[in-house]
């Protein structure tokens, strides 16, 4: 900072950067080291959110899949009772069926004559024959008619016109059922065969109403098996849902997949330690039977060190003696020093390998430690 006119570029760059630092905000924290006990404590503590959050959300989708079940079992339930009443009134159109059909099958042996003789008109038709006849003879026989005869001439003119188109429209009905009669004769000679009669009369008798009825009733039919199908189909893979995830929730400890992997574990470490304690044994075995050898060199060299000793001292006299004692010394303390490095290395090899059955033992007793916390889990 300064106030003249030359610096005046640094001192604004330096009040500038006096205002940034002012907006500068320090936040301290403590870094937080953890160990590997804390970390556990951690991890099984995530595991615990993990499981409980498991089992709400299975708790929620069993409660769906509840609800759902008890939908496609009222829907079914009512597919149900439409198919029922769907199958009731398909026997009562079969039914009604087999009746017409029979009455068709008997309807073969009525002829026209009977078919006359039974028809009413006939006796109205025979009864206006003998009133015209009677009404006849009383005309040729009777006496002159006067007023009141007039009178009652009218009324019978009436009564025979009446009469005549009564005969006229009961003659009509007679020619349609002779004509009726004649086309069912003309399709039996026609038609040899049974069921081709039996479609060709309903086809007579039967109204284009009740055969859009039918085909309706099929369709409905048709379609109300495809939905109880479908819905049955739907239910099965539902069942088959739920069964697998039961078997998945409420199996035995024994068989869950962190069980499992504590229990290979385990085995796992005892097989290493199985494998560690035959090591040892054969280090044993190979230890006992380096002393052995360096006890039989030692033995070796010893009565080697005798028959040289005893051949310079018949020689030589004192200062083979000598020798001899100083060669002998050297030898021995070759052999001790041999010795020596063969127990340390001994002991180095042991002490690594008590080292490796205490971590592993360490190991197991974690191994189990979880596995008993997981069991009470």
Known sequence: MSPSALAME????????AAR???????????????????????????????SKLMHTNEVVSQEKDKELSKLKAERQKHEEEMMEMQLVRTALKERIEHLTKLILTSQTITAKSILDWNPAVSCISLFLDFVKDNRRSVIVGAPLGLGDLGKDKEKDDEIKK????????????????SKLEQIAAADDIEAEPEAKISKRQSVLYSDQDRQELSRLRQANLEL?????EQATKLDKLREEIEAEFSLRYRPFDQTPEYIDVHKGIEDQRDIIADLEEQVKTYRSTIAELRNTIR??????YEKAERMVGSMSSTTGAEGARRNSTVTETMAGEVFAHVK????????????RREEQNRNAERIAELEAELTITKGE
């Open 10 to 17: 640094e001192s604004h760059n330096t009040l500038k950067f």
């Open 21 to 51: 630092v002012k907006k500068v905000v320090t936040r301290a924290g403590t870094n937080a080291i953890m160990d590997d006990k804390a970390l556990l404590q951690k991890y099984r503590q995530e595991i615990t959110e993990l499981k």
């Open 163 to 178: 009469l005549k188109v009564i005969l006229q429209t009961r003659e009509e009905e007679v020619k349609d059922l002779s």
């Open 225 to 229: 098996q495809m939905t109880v199908d």
């Open 296 to 301: 039989k060199t030692e033995l070796a060299q």
């Open 341 to 352: 490095e063969l127990e340390m290395a001994l002991e180095k090899e042991r002490k690594q």
